[in-house]
């Protein structure tokens, strides 16, 4: 006789992996994974979405509660699978929505077998070769970006804004030492361009630093900063006596994919330092989370083209590297495999130049040799998590590994390729104008006019003149419904799923410019979803000229 519980706990025993072989269940478990699989491959049509659409019910959610009997394995997984209804593919030619990649098959088995067996990456006693997978990754990382792979090092955390703050963090320390323990005696300041992710604001208020001391430099027109409005901003800090926490340089930002001038901050900032005869120089932090894929061309040659790019998709490739190519100049920098690296998320890694700098986040004893020594390995003793999974690394190092140097450049210049295709089409067409014209990335910024505005002399007069207030404001607020509807269409599964942003930049009046944004990231992206997304906005443009017409 078995009591009540006895008898869940045996049948629930069937509901876990079996911790020895036996074929038998072995097989349910994969067979359960497959059928789940199977449900979401059925939710598949040639609209860019899984299913149908769904209308999200909150309510409903919020009254849930937890029922007291189990529930069966095929139960569950159907309710999970129908989750998914609704849901964009992001792997969908006619999805562009931003910088969100789909993932390939090695990394979503990369992301899958650590949720099996649940590495802990605290410490290598608890994630073994996994935990090596993480040193793998990050090195072939530092080597891809010019790094000295036996000197640098790193980790992986939760997500861009987390490498960010890691980096504040080190440059914090170096600015304020002590300031860990302390706290901080006199307000740090944060440096980047206006065009900087929020992040930035995101880590100066968590770290203490404050939102108001996050110094934003101007941007160019093609969102990278003003060098001089730089060495300017840094020269005034200096100048008060304010400790630099970090000097933020955005290595492709998310909206245009500006690239700011590394190797000019990097100048200005040993020149400085010099000049003001600063101990340790500001920290430089690259948040390259977007542009660290272009140091695949690092070693590309161009006039070979041995891949066979079209010269304007070289143009491209080689203005972005031109950039990209000064990241080893970094002190430490964000790279994000679950953006232009094609993983699941969250994958994202954290690197240092000098892996010596990681003591300073060390707990305890500032003095930890040991830390660094070979044998065990405890990044938990300097991470701010404690439990880190393994899915990150594996996920990252599957794609090193499936896709080479040669994958990865093929993907990134297909994928500008077809921007390049698309920005041909929106500059060539009388009521669409291109905002990032010279840009290079694979994101495309466009507006869309109706009838009877000239493209070539109105957009300039909205962004200068603020005698065209008005007209901006009215030409943001249209763009705002030929999103709507393109959106609605979408969500249909007919159109194109695009984005769009509030504020790509403001006027040199201080208006936000309203944008609509394509952010091409599908390996299956081609000529024909290009002209799927064009019709989708010229039949927007009809419907909204019907609105007005209808008063
Ligand atoms: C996306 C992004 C971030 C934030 O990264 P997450 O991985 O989303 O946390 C930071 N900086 C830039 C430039 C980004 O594009």
Known sequence: ???????????????????????????????????????????????????????????????RQLADAPRSLEDVTRELVEHFSGMFIWSHPRSQINVIPPPTIASIIGGLLPSIYNPNL????????????????????????????????????????????????????KACPGAGRRGLSQPPVILCSQRAHYACLTVANWLGIGEENVVRVPATADSDIVVEAFEESLRTVLRDGRPVAAIVATMGTTDAFGIDDLAALHRIRSELAAEFQLATPPHLHADAVIGWAWSVFNDYDWDANPLGFRLRT???????????????????????FHKTGFTPYISSAFLVRDAQD???LARGDQDMPYLFQSGHHHPGKYT?????????????????LLLGKDGLRALLGHLVTMAETLREHLGG????????????????????????????????????????????????AYNRRIYQIVHQDA?????????????????????????LKSYIMSPFSDEASIDAILNSIWKARRIVAEESAAG
């Open 358 to 360: 990681l003591r300073r």
């Open 122 to 173: 605290c410490s290598d006693d608890t994630a073994r070769k996994v935990a090596v997978a993480e040193v793998e990754a990050v090195s072939m990382t530092a080597h891809l970006v010019g790094y000295d792979p036996l000197q640098a090092g790193g980790l992986f955390t939760f997500g861009g804004t987390g490498a960010l703050l890691y980096g504040v963090k080190l440059g914090l320390e």
């Open 1 to 63: 006789m078995s009591s009540a519980y006895q008898t869940i706990v045996q049948s629930l025993r069937s509901s876990f992996p079996q911790p020895v072989s036996d074929r038998v269940h072995d097989a349910y478990f994969v067979f359960s994974c497959l059928r789940a699989l199977d449900q979401l491959d059925a939710m598949k049509s040639v609209s860019p979405l899984l299913g149908s659409p769904e209308e999200l019910d909150y309510d409903a959610a919020r009254r």
């Open 429 to 476: 067409h009388v009521s669409t104008t291109v905002f990032n014209r010279n840009n290079v990335g694979p994101v495309t910024l466009f507006r869309v006019y109706p009838d009877g505005i000239d493209t070539f002399t109105v957009p300039k007069r909205e962004e200068s003149d603020p005698q065209y207030r008005p007209q901006l404001l009215a030409h943001n």
């Open 491 to 515: 969500l249909r599964g007919e159109g194109a799923v695009l984005s769009m942003t509030d504020c790509y930049r403001e006027t040199d009046y201080g208006e936000p410019i309203v944008a």
């Open 314 to 336: 070289i143009r491209c490739l080689a203005a972005a590297h031109n950039r990209i190519r000064h990241l080893h100049l970094a002190d430490s920098l964000g790279v994000d």
């Open 384 to 400: 701010l998590e404690t439990t880190r999974g393994g899915s990150g690394p594996m996920a990252a190092l599957a794609n090193l």
